[in-house]
């Protein structure tokens, strides 16, 4: 198919001009070429040829918002002066346990989310997972060198030079943008190591625990393989499906409990064995240092309450060792 339909080559041959459509435009995606154009630049003799293409550019990955706790180091240390500046008598009045526990956990959980509010965080998709000391020392110094280049760069747009590519400032300017080229490259490259060694480890002691499901997840993530859609298949009306497995069992609790009789004249204290000794030993005495040291045994990436994290509770732990 003949595109150009524009002259692209001048001729003078003594007075006279010739004007030929000889270039010819080869392409294997004709379905996306748009438009061409003959440009007034020359390639020698010949004119430039301008062809527009339709495809999609595939953006860079973004950055996902995740909201958690900020459990920054300030606000540990102001939440420990505001505790030891509390008045805590009512929990060494307090004569039941159930109730001391409970005016403890409601006085921490009360001040929690002033004293550690929410932030927001960008995550990347990329974000790397156990980054190792190589990777983020080369995230540093790329970032340090982008900041010398935008900050070279400035002083070339400031200077009005145009770009001249001689003065100092531009001779700068792109030495800057060498490093930086150079240190980016060498992190693109560290992190992919850092990842793959990441995914070896964790393939390695997934194998060991014979988490075959876990192996295969992380092979998927790894390899951005997409998720598969459950397509329901046509089910028979002779063939069981699960909404009839779930009614059936639901029904067996019903059933059985309407065969079993009700024996109105009999209480749980006549199927109690009566004993007049108490079955209650003594108690031994809990100090605060085995609270203290029990509490300090414990791995920091554990739970024992639903919003203080343990790593706060072991940084308040002198504060409020002697109400536990």
Known sequence: VQTIQNYTRIARRGNKFTYSTIDVIVTNCYSDFES???????????????????????????????????????????????????????????????????????????????????????????????????????IRAKKKLHRKFKAKLQKVIKSNCGSCNVCNKCINAHLAWDEYRKQRNLTNKVTKNNKRENLVNDLKSKSAKNDLKGIWKSIKIATNTPARTNTRPNVDENSITAEIMNKHFCEVGPKLNATVPVHRNFTYRDFLTNSTASTLGSFTEVSSDK?????????????????LPLRVIKSILPIIIHSL
């Open 36 to 138: 061409s154009s003959v440009l007034p630049e020359k390639i020698g003799d010949h004119f430039s040829i301008k062809c527009v293409l339709q495809f999609r550019v595939e953006l860079p990955p973004g950055f996902e918002g995740v909201s958690i706790r900020d459990y920054s180091s300030n606000n540990i240390k102001a939440f420990q002066t505001y505790l030891a500046n509390t008045n805590l008598n009512s929990l060494f009045e307090c004569n039941q346990v159930d109730t001391a526990v409970s005016i403890l956990e409601t006085h921490l959980n009360r001040y929690h989310d002033h004293f550690f509010p929410l932030k927001t965080i960008k995550k990347h998709v990329s974000f790397i997972y156990k980054p190792s000391q190589e990777s983020l020392a080369a």
């Open 291 to 307: 609270i203290n040291n029990y509490i300090l045994s414990l791995s920091s990436n554990k739970a024992i309450t639903d919003q």
